[in-house]
């Protein structure tokens, strides 16, 4: 695709539900990547794919958090027994699979609110 | 602890005006720093350095990198209504491929 996409781009739910948050990496980018963002803080590392490499899940705070990535390509970030303070903008990116190249491209993200 | 702090953390200038923002880092295996553009959701690519004193341009916008002082500043001049976003200063290090990000300054332009 052109570019990175994600869905929902809102997402309100109830405290103690699961959500399923998707990413549609760029064509061909073998590196993938979940970020979060809380209101007025940078963003926080999540979980890393690369290739068929084990991820690099050192960022997800706690077990209600996982990820998985189908077929190299799509990416689902599933948040199990949601609480308030998981309300924050989930951020996918891409990259090449380069390491030399650190330029990664940001889909729209996902939006959510648990209430 | 690998860290990337920004500054300001926000910022209220009128168009015209030249802007500096700027980045500070300590990441193990520095690989390499980048600026972004964050106006809604998805943050934009604006720079990525490598090399300590070599300047890149794009337009009104430009950002250099020193190894030595471990900072990077972020220019932009002749500030437009448009230039009003969080901009974004992140840090490669290390063989995992990870991007250490800053917490942004936010930037707003008024006519």
């Known amino acids: 695709g052109a570019g990175v996409s994600q869905s929902p781009s809102n997402k309100v739910t109830e405290k103690g539900k699961d959500v399923e948050l998707r990413c549609d990496p760029i064509?061909?980018?073998?590196?993938l990547y979940w970020y979060r963002q809380s209101l007025g803080q940078g963003l926080e590392f999540l979980i890393y794919f690369q290739g068929n490499s084990a991820p690099d899940k050192s960022g997800l705070p706690s077990d209600r958090f996982s990820a998985e990535r189908t077929g190299g390509s799509v990416s689902t970030l599933t948040i199990q027994r949601t609480q308030q303070e998981d309300s924050a903008v989930y951020l996918c990116?891409?990259?090449?699979?380069?390491?030399?190249?650190?330029?990664?491209?940001f889909g729209p993200g996902t939006r959510l609110t648990v209430t | 602890e690998d860290k990337v702090v920004q500054s300001p953390l926000s910022l209220v200038v009128h168009e015209g005006d030249t802007v500096t923002l700027n980045c500070s880092y300590e990441v193990t295996n520095f690989r390499s720093l980048l600026w972004y553009k964050q106006e809604k959701k998805a943050p934009t690519f604006l720079f990525m350095l490598?090399?300590?004193?070599i300047e890149k341009k794009s337009g009104r916008l430009s950002s250099i990198l020193d190894k030595k002082e471990l900072f990077s500043i972020l220019n932009i001049t002749a500030t437009q209504t448009g230039d009003s976003a969080i901009y974004l200063c992140a840090v490669g290090g290390g063989a995992t491929n990870k991007l250490i990000f800053g917490t942004g300054t936010l930037l707003a332009v008024q006519p």
């Open positions: 490598t090399s300590s004193g």
């Open positions: 990116a891409s990259s090449l699979e380069l390491a030399v190249s650190y330029e990664q491209y």
């Open positions: 064509s061909g980018h073998t590196a």
